[in-house]
């Protein structure tokens, strides 16, 4: 199965196994796909991940360097506003855990890869890495990404592979929405909220209730 | 052969722990008998052992996610949504319990007590003459021994103990039933709701879905604290499970012993007095084996394994099984296939949100083929579906970094209002499981081969089960409604029914109107395997009332000494 639209996956959260299927929802976010897409809809890409001949997973584990660097995009992404940002709420481990565990080999090597590729634009553009440009010139490297992304993943056949930028934006928002800062900070979050109220006045600038989980 | 056998013996035998297995042994111990109650899986204790029930999303490594990992060791469940960080305790091990797949069946279990009571989908609606009739007008299958009137005593019972929320809507197709007050639609369904009154001739029905969450507290529970979090087990008991409800109810009478990690292996058969005389039990920590006795037996290990342990067992009298003289043993398994619909944008609410996270939606009752229409299929289908403002995933896909990128992404967004179809599959022999020999399990037993595929009519209905959903849609004013079909196959709708169908004739089916196997009076299957057909309505809520009028008539039957 594929799950390529959002709305698809906008109705899933709509049927009777509801929390788990919205679980999938939020983790997609509804969105066109994105590069650890194949583990979350549960369809294993056919082709075999790469394994070193003594039989061990190819992938290294990200340095707490590379960890900062992660930070810095997802805090370019997500910056100190009225509420904390992604870098507070050590959004680039929990990016590093997900790619480790939870992507692909393929995927693996198209994000990191992508962290390469990044740091060699911003040596061309700033002649010095990602993480020591300025904030200024980070947010013009990555607007300029996003709308490479966006174009890229707009028009992309399905089993294209997914843009490293796309990867790494979906892995700031979901890790930083579901950090305790984005649920608590600037979402809000109630554990148990004791009722149901159908039907409330809202106000534009009021933030969403959190997932429960 | 066995390496012990328990003295004591017992009034009754109850195998499995779910939904089915938990009425069983209330209705049972609460007439007064000895109940055995034998579960495969391991003890999960009421509240106690939710480990996660309470967990915030930021206590989640991959924040309920799935990692390769997970998806190297459930390859089963990784199929479809089950797979998940936050409640991977309560599905199987699949390496330890495999199956055989003739053609793809997902097959979602979950081994433990309570079985899949603790991640249900609490849907609850009772099941009309609509459906009872519809083998025998159709021609098809074999005529349901049952109708309503008969269930519908029962319907009321298990209500009011499970506690159902929901709405009387006066629909003969849907009927009502003992209902504590529905959770409320929000404006969006309300609207699309209100819209639909008066279309379609007003014969479309946006009601309440009908939920085993209470809404008032019931002894020992609380009531829905709107908090979504069902499937991890809930500390307030507030949906109804095994652990919840039937229980400490059943506990309560004093005449319950609960045995997990005992594996029925077979089901014991005397051939002179033509009844069961226990089943005997592998132990699946120590693998030692144990007969125990009782005067009736009980099946409600849930569908598919009810049937493969009908499929081992009095294979000295009978080589298809205990319940095979019919020919109809495995045969006729059906599921709802489902995974399809159409949704879109609720325009003229921006100012409009809700509290809480209420743990289900709205449902469309069955229109199709009923009530003078009439399609190329045969049967029809519901809709399952809500209303909501979308979150802050909808921003991955959209343009943009940066401080008001965030800020915006942690308002909610577009109202959005779908439903997802739910059609009935109908009977088929073809449809079946069988041993297969060349396949053990941990312990040493054959493993099911499944051997079960949609056909035309399926093909069919699906073309209106997701058309439908888009007109009706837009229709009530809903904006760039969109329609998908993600696929299914077998099993995915997690309601396996059929392989031991209840029906007239000993000849044609292997269960009896009262849920005995026509071969062995004292041995009762009152779990989806009885279904003779599937509806399109969610099937548990019929397993309830199907056990406690079967644990009923078992007792008067002892009582008469008839068994």
């Given at each position: 199965m594929s799950l390529d639209t959002d709305k698809p996956l906008l109705a899933q959260s709509l049927i009777d196994r509801r929390e788990a299927i919205k679980r999938v929802s939020a983790l997609l976010g509804g969105a066109a796909l994105i590069g650890g897409s194949a583990l979350w809809t549960g369809c294993a890409p056919k082709d075999s991940p790469p394994v070193a001949a003594d039989g061990?997973?190819?992938?290294?584990?990200?340095?707490?360097?590379?960890?900062?660097?992660?930070?810095?995009?997802?805090?370019?992404?997500?910056?100190?506003?009225?509420?904390?940002?992604?870098k507070a709420a050590k959004t680039g481990a929990f990016m590093a855990v997900m790619v480790a565990d939870s992507y692909q080999p393929k995927d693996q090597a198209i994000f990191r890869d992508g962290m390469k590729t990044l740091d060699a634009a911003a040596e061309t553009a700033n002649k010095t890495t990602f993480v020591a440009s300025t904030p200024a010139h980070r947010l013009a490297l990555l607007e300029t990404l996003d709308k490479e992304q966006k174009a890229y993943m707009d028009t992309k056949k399905p089993d294209d592979p997914a843009h490293y930028f796309r990867m790494m934006k979906e892995l700031s928002l979901l890790g930083y929405f579901t950090s305790e800062i984005g649920c608590t900070q600037a979402q809000r979050y109630i554990e148990s909220p004791g009722r149901y109220d159908p039907c409330l006045p809202y106000t534009k600038g009021e933030v969403s209730w959190a997932s429960h989980a | 052969m066995q390496d012990q056998v328990q003295d004591q013996a017992y009034d009754a035998i109850?195998?499995?722990?779910?939904?089915?297995?938990?009425?069983?042994?209330?209705?049972?111990?609460?007439?007064?008998?000895?109940?055995?109650?034998?579960?495969?899986?391991?003890?999960?204790e009421h509240i106690k052992d939710y480990v996660n029930a309470t967990k915030a999303p930021w206590q989640y490594p991959h924040r309920g996610g799935r990692t390769t990992d997970m998806i190297k060791h459930y390859p089963v469940l990784a199929r479809d949504y089950p797979l998940n960080e936050k409640n991977l305790d309560y599905w199987v091990d699949e390496r330890e319990s495999p199956y055989t797949e003739a053609k793809r069946f997902d097959w979602f279990r979950g081994y433990q007590v309570g079985g899949r009571s603790l991640m249900w989908g609490r849907q609850s609606y009772r099941w009309s003459n609509i459906d009872f009739d519809a083998n025998a007008k159709d021609g098809i299958a074999v005529d349901w021994p049952i109708r309503y009137e008969e269930l519908a005593p029962w319907y009321d019972k298990v209500e009011k103990f499970a506690g159902i929320a929901g709405n009387r809507d006066g629909l003969e197709v849907l009927p009502d039933g003992q209902f504590m007050p529905p959770h409320k639609l929000n404006c969006g369904e309300e609207l699309v709701g209100n819209k639909l009154k008066k279309l379609f001739d007003g014969k479309r029905h946006l009601i309440h879905a009908r939920t085993a969450n209470i809404t008032q507290p019931l002894p020992g529970r609380?009531?829905?604290?709107?908090?979504?979090?069902?499937?991890?087990?809930?500390?307030y008991g507030a949906y109804f499970s095994t652990q919840s409800s039937t229980l400490p109810a059943a506990v309560a009478t004093g005449n319950l012993t609960l045995k997990p990690f005992a594996i029925v292996s077979e089901v014991l058969y005397d051939?002179?007095?033509?009844?069961?005389?226990?089943?005997?039990?592998?132990?699946?920590?120590?693998?030692?084996?144990t007969d125990y006795k009782a005067k009736v037996v009980f099946l409600c290990a849930s569908t598919l394994n009810s049937a493969w342990l009908l499929l081992r067992s009095a294979t000295d009298i009978w080589p298809g099984g205990l319940g095979s003289s019919s020919g109809e043993l495995g045969n006729n398994l059906m599921d709802h296939h489902f995974r399809l619909g159409a949704a879109g944008d609720l325009e003229g609410l921006d100012d409009k949100y809700y509290y809480g996270r209420k743990p289900t939606g709205f449902y469309i009752p069955r229109y199709r083929n009923v009530f003078g229409d009439k399609r190329e299929y045969l049967r029809g289908f519901g809709y399952q579906g809500s209303a909501s403002r979308e979150g802050w995933s909808r921003a991955i896909a959209e343009a943009g970094i940066g401080g008001a990128f965030k800020d915006a992404a942690a308002e909610p967004g577009q109202w959005t209002v779908g439903g997802m179809a739910f059609g009935e599959m109908l009977p088929n022999h073809a449809n079946k499981v069988t041993l297969d020999e060349t396949t053990k399990d941990k312990w040493g037993l054959p493993v099911l081969k499944i051997d079960c595929a949609t056909g035309e009519n399926e093909a069919k209905m699906r073309k209106d089960m997701m058309a439908d959903m888009a007109e009706m849609l837009a229709a009530a004013g809903v904006k760039d409604v969109k329609t998908y079909d993600l696929g299914y196959f077998p099993g995915q709708g997690i309601h396996e029914m059929g392989t031991a169908r209840m029906g007239k004739d000993p000849k044609t089916s292997v269960l009896n109107s009262h849920n005995q196997v026509w071969d062995a009076p004292n041995v009762f299957v009152t779990d989806g395997s009885g279904m003779t057909s599937a509806s399109c309505v969610n099937p548990s809520l019929t397993y309830m009332a199907l056990t406690a009028r079967a644990a009923d008539f078992a007792v008067s039957e002892l009582t008469k000494r008839n068994l």
């Open positions: 061990t997973a190819a992938f290294v584990p990200f340095t707490a360097a590379e960890i900062a660097y992660l930070d810095e995009i997802a805090d370019t992404i997500l910056p100190d506003t009225k509420t904390p940002g992604a | 109850v195998v499995g722990s779910g939904i089915s297995g938990g009425w069983a042994a209330k209705e049972l111990t609460e007439k007064g008998l000895k109940v055995l109650l034998l579960e495969r899986g391991k003890n999960i609380g009531a829905c604290q709107s908090r979504d979090a069902c499937w991890l087990g809930c500390p051939k002179d007095k033509k009844r069961a005389s226990g089943v005997r039990v592998i132990d699946a920590v120590t693998n030692a084996t």
